[in-house]
């Protein structure tokens, strides 16, 4: 404990001293911050699966990755009378004795004798483990010297990383630095900071971490053949998207896929902006007729038809619809109502937000309020309102800083503490019936406290200030909602642009969605950039953001790759397929069988799109990825097809009885003066949205006309089939 309160004249005797021990140690001064603690972390003693881990390992505990020196030093020299550390003999010493694994060490060898880390070591116990130098400058920034790398299959390439202090003096921290992939397939990481690109064209990002700095590399490895930089110009431009869609294709060497025709823009426009299939009559008028503006008018049609609310007020009850068996089913009525009225009334993105995020009153008057009732603590609501609405994943630095990110403990509870007097009135939750009324209220009180220091955290935004025209006394969370939602904070407009790119594109431009970070960069970040413009510039409307995006050439883009974009995930050059949502799929099997849904709890008829809790039974809907009603939000669903779902379609009695129904369009169809030719265009138009090819069109006649009395059972057959194809349950 003495060496700990040293005065600095004796601190600095202490290192003359050991430097004049003899030649072996050089006299460079060796700091803990400075010099010991980045080793721990670059040879992962501090890690997640070592000493970093919540209990330590062995007795001995540091902050993951270093994020608190001042506990760490006291871990190593001072903790258990520092039996860590032998200052007379520091080759002895526990530390660098099991690092070198000279003793039994559950983490093996780290590194080995006469390594520089050893000398590092070795230097700062025999100067007396100085915890600061005298006049210590402190860790600044920390960048790459070089960030964009353009490599052949194959080529490697070395990273170099500097430091930069509060005394404008810099370091070469490469070896000492952390490095990780975004997808080794494409480029690896080496622990010394050696990139190797793989043998396919593609792109990635590496991150490099030091200490709590992080910097990422940007590594495309583009195609061997060269594309014409007219090809580019002569693509077909409808907006800003093709613009910079294109640039990155020609960056890459990338040639897109070709456009598709009507009938498939049709039925790929009314599944992801309404939810359903286009009907046979649709499809006809759309694909006859001649005028220039058909799709734009298709859009703006659809955008204001009835099922637009059901379907994108569904998808956003993935992301806010609470367990009702936690909250009650009376809330989760109430909050279901809310957010498709949101809808119906067209309200704006921004305010919208705002509701949410300082809704106050009763569950059973005010359905937003819910989300209070949900989530009842002000760590509970940092983690949600941070990913939903800002896209930024706060959890990790609820107990440490984060780990790939610049986000801190304190940057946490700050951001905790405008929750901090949110006060409920009722009698709580009662699982599994929690019926009772519950009142949502701002109290006069209410702290959050740091859980390290005990610190009482002061309301502050992750980053920027928060508006002027905020009353001081105001409830915070006005005061977030307006920081939140002014258009000088692109975190809040780009999740929302990320959100609704991905449900159009198949894929976001950040992906997970909502996981907006520098070692996730975007795969096209001017184009992110341009519609986070866009949709601030449009004032957070949706509907003329998934107009903007639906309207471009990029969007029409086949999903049939060519041998230039077959590899390609990232860059939008072929339009990525992907099955069609649990709720769209049932809709368009009763949309086209003419069987309307029978759903308990719901009116005859209801939609599945329409569906106001996840305890609506409904085998089908679990089996096609709906989020299980006890699973919290924001909810994820995956899009992979299974096997599963295959043989469900194949056998599932619903389906079949649907077919066979005596008031479906099967019996219809077969007692219908309709010629063969006639009735297989309908069941084209009606089920994949297309005419029948010739070799389609003669299949299905000869199969009629040879069935004769047995013309039902043929057509029933056929619509069995086809609704069993990838063609119908994928968005191609």
């Avoid at 004795?97 to 590092?120: I, W």
């Amino acid at each position: 404990m003495l060496r700990r309160t040293r005065p600095g004249w004796l601190l600095l005797l202490a290192v003359l001293s050991a430097g004049l021990a003899g030649p072996t140690h050089a006299v460079q001064p060796v700091s803990f911050e400075l010099d010991v603690q980045p080793l721990l972390t670059s040879t992962g003693c501090n890690a997640g699966a070592c000493h970093g881990k919540q209990r330590g390992q062995n007795g001995f505990q540091l902050s993951l990755l270093g994020f608190d020196p001042e506990y760490d030093y006291h871990a190593v020299a001072v903790e258990a009378r520092g039996r860590r550390l032998s200052h007379g003999a520091p080759g002895q010493s526990l530390l660098l004795q099991k690092a070198t694994a000279e003793v039994p060490h559950g983490g093996g060898r780290r590194f080995t004798v006469g390594s520089a880390e050893y000398e590092t070591l070795y230097r700062w116990i025999e100067q007396g483990a100085l915890r600061r130098l005298p006049g210590e400058p402190t860790l600044q920034q920390v960048e790459l010297v070089e960030s964009q790398f353009s490599l052949l299959p194959g080529q490697q390439q070395s990273l170099k990383v500097m430091a930069t202090y509060s005394d404008h003096t810099q370091r070469d921290v490469t070896a000492q630095t952390t490095y990780l992939s975004n997808d080794a397939t494409v480029v690896s990481a080496a622990a010394d900071g050696t990139m190797t690109a793989g043998k396919l064209p593609g792109e990635t990002a590496v991150m490099a971490r030091y200490m709590n700095r992080i910097c990422v590399a940007e590594v495309v490895i583009p195609q061997d053949e060269m594309v014409p930089a007219e090809f580019y110009a002569d693509l077909p431009r409808n907006n800003f998207i093709d613009d910079l869609v294109y640039a990155k294709l020609q960056k890459l060497g990338i040639r897109p896929s070709e456009p598709i025709d009507d009938a498939t823009f049709l039925r790929r426009v009314s599944t992801d902006l309404i939810g359903r299939v286009p009907t046979a009559e649709e499809v006809a008028d759309f694909v006859q007729s001649s005028d220039p503006n058909k799709r734009e008018a298709c859009v703006d049609r659809l955008l204001q038809h009835p099922a637009y609310v059901d379907h994108w007020s569904n998808m956003w009850a993935d992301l806010l619809r609470p367990n009702p068996y936690r909250v009650g089913i009376k809330a989760v009525f109430n909050y279901d109502h809310w957010i498709r009225q949101q809808f119906r009334d067209d309200v704006p993105y921004d305010e919208f937000v705002r509701k949410l995020v300082t809704a106050k009153g009763s569950t059973w008057h005010n359905g937003a309020v819910t989300l209070y009732r949900d989530r009842r603590s002000p760590d509970e609501m940092a983690t949600l309102i941070s990913q939903l609405f800002l896209g930024v994943r706060l959890e990790c630095a609820k107990c440490h800083h984060h780990v790939f990110e610049k986000w801190s403990q304190q940057d946490f509870y700050q951001f905790a503490a405008f929750f901090a007097k949110v006060k409920h009135k009722g009698t709580g939750l009662s699982p599994p019936i929690s019926g009772s009324e519950e009142l949502v209220y701002v109290g006069t009180s209410g702290t959050v406290k740091h859980p390290v220091s005990g610190e009482v955290m002061t309301p502050r935004p992750l980053f920027g200030e928060l508006p002027e025209s905020v009353e001081a006394n105001a409830d915070p969370r006005e005061a977030l909602a307006a920081w939140m939602t002014t258009k000088d904070n692109d975190y809040f407009a780009g999740v929302q642009v990320n959100r609704l790119w991905a449900a159009l594109m198949g894929r976001g431009l950040v992906d997970p969605v909502d996981d907006l970070r520098s070692t996730n960069p975007p795969s096209n970040p001017a184009l992110l950039d341009a519609l986070v413009q866009h949709f601030q510039d449009i004032n957070f409307d949706n509907k003329q953001l998934l107009k903007t995006i639906a309207l471009s050439n990029v969007y029409s883009l086949s999903s049939l790759p060519n041998e230039s974009n077959v590899g390609d995930r990232l860059n939008y050059s072929r339009h990525y397929r992907h099955r069609l949502r649990a709720e769209v799929l049932m809709d368009s099997i009763a949309q086209i069988t003419e069987t309307p849904h029978s759903l308990s709890g719901m009116p005859a008829g209801s939609r599945a799109n329409q569906v106001w809790t996840h305890r609506v039974d409904s085998f089908f809907l679990d089996t096609f990825g709906r989020p299980n009603e006890n699973q919290d939000p924001p909810c994820e669903r995956l899009a992979d097809s299974t096997v599963t779902q295959a043989l469900h379609l194949m056998n599932s009695s619903d389906i079949d009885a649907r077919i066979r129904s005596d008031s479906g369009r099967a019996a219809r169809l077969a007692a219908s003066d309709l010629s063969s030719a006639e009735v297989a265009q309908q069941l084209y138009l009606t089920i994949y949205s297309r005419m029948p090819t010739d070799a389609e069109r003669q299949y299905v006649v000869e199969a009629l006309d040879a069935a004769q009395d047995k013309r039902r059972a043929v057509i029933e057959d056929l619509m069995w089939a086809m609704l069993n194809t990838p063609e119908f349950s994928i968005q191609n």
